[in-house]
């Protein structure tokens, strides 16, 4: 996208992901100015994505001058858990982080007020104010793609817990399953992420699919494999869900992530298998995410105009579809 030649305040967003990173300019209408892609070095070790990081934030400073904006605090948002009060990354398998003084670091090397959050806890609280969950109040955003984590909204306050609330994901729902990543067996991740469901489908078959999305396609075309696996991941997100709407008395379940684009395919038999295990629950209704991969980023703009003391415009912006970014 070309600078606007734009006077005013924004905010630089920046959505650090294990693959690649979305950055963004907002305005106070969470409105990109700018934006900017790249790829996250992480093969090349944790030193080399907090000095890639840093280097794109300084590139969107760089840019706002440019176009005349005054940058008013930058919004990080990361993988992992995130200790927010603290500001630091507390752990990250995939890039490498423990107990790392993230926003500290980053202030140091770029000069700019920084605000730390989590991924998954930015996107839902974007979801809240911009999109799918717009004027609900009791809200679990649960994004599935390679993994699974959740955030949630109770009473209209994100639920952080010292970085650790959220993680449906590691949630046992098949004691006897595979071993997770987390040291655990028979994590809901296990079955029913992206990633588990395209392997789990080459193991059934030995015929390997790139993605769940292949996975999705051949259920469509009624392929017996596929709704096999499909199946099974269905029933264990519906048995999650069910866990955590009672636990939460959720309204409103928000699914995202790259699994949540076979749209109908996931969304019409988790909303029955979730109906049939619900009895005295209040009955969430369970809808797509709406603002796709520029959550995160969105989320991370809102952190920052919160932490600057101005979120009057993001609050009252109009939800807007994915594709803006």
């Keep these: ?65 440019a176009g005349g904006l005054t940058v008013r605090r930058a919004g990080v948002v990361v993988p992992g858990i995130v200790d927010e ?29 920084v605000t730390l959050g989590h991924d998954v806890r930015a996107g839902g609280f974007a979801e809240a104010a911009l999109g799918a969950a717009r004027g609900a109040r009791d809200i679990l955003f649960v994004a599935i793609g390679t993994g699974i984590a959740a955030a949630v909204i109770n009473d209209g306050h994100p639920v952080r817990a010292g970085g650790y609330g959220g993680e449906l994901g590691h949630l046992a729902v098949d004691p006897d399953g595979p071993v997770c990543g987390c040291g655990s ?22 015929r390997a699919v790139p993605g769940a ?31 955590a709407t009672t636990l939460l008395g959720c309204e409103l379940i928000v699914l995202g ?3 949540a684009e076979a749209g109908d395919l996931l969304l019409d038999p988790v909303r029955t298998r979730l109906a049939a295990r619900l009895t005295f629950q209040r009955r969430p209704g369970v809808v797509r995410a709406e603002l796709g991969d520029e959550a995160g980023c969105l989320g991370a703009g809102l952190n920052a105009w919160h932490a600057v003391g101005d979120a009057a415009g993001a609050a009252c912006a109009e939800p807007r579809k994915a594709g803006s970014l």
């Design 1 to 65: 996208m070309p600078e606007r030649p734009v006077q005013g305040d924004c905010v630089i967003a920046l959505d650090v992901g294990g693959t690649g990173m979305k950055g963004a300019l907002l305005d106070r209408d969470l409105k990109p100015l700018v934006t900017l892609r790249r790829p996250t070095p992480r093969e090349a070790g944790p030193d080399a994505v907090l000095t890639a990081i840093a280097a794109a934030l300084g590139e969107l400073a760089e840019r706002a001058a």
């Design 85 to 113: 009060e603290t500001a630091l990354a507390v752990f990250s398998a995939n890039l490498g982080w423990r107990d790392l003084p993230l926003a500290e670091l980053l202030e140091q090397r770029t000069g700019l007020p």
């Design 185 to 206: 067996r028979g994590c809901l991740e296990t079955v029913a992420s992206a990633a588990a469901v395209a392997a789990a489908y080459t193991a059934r078959t030995g």
């Design 213 to 243: 999305d292949q996975v999705a396609a051949l259920l469509a075309q009624g392929d017996t494999d596929a709704q096999a696996v499909w199946d099974r991941a269905v029933d264990a997100l519906a048995t999650a869900l069910t866990l």
């Design 257 to 259: 992530g790259g699994l």
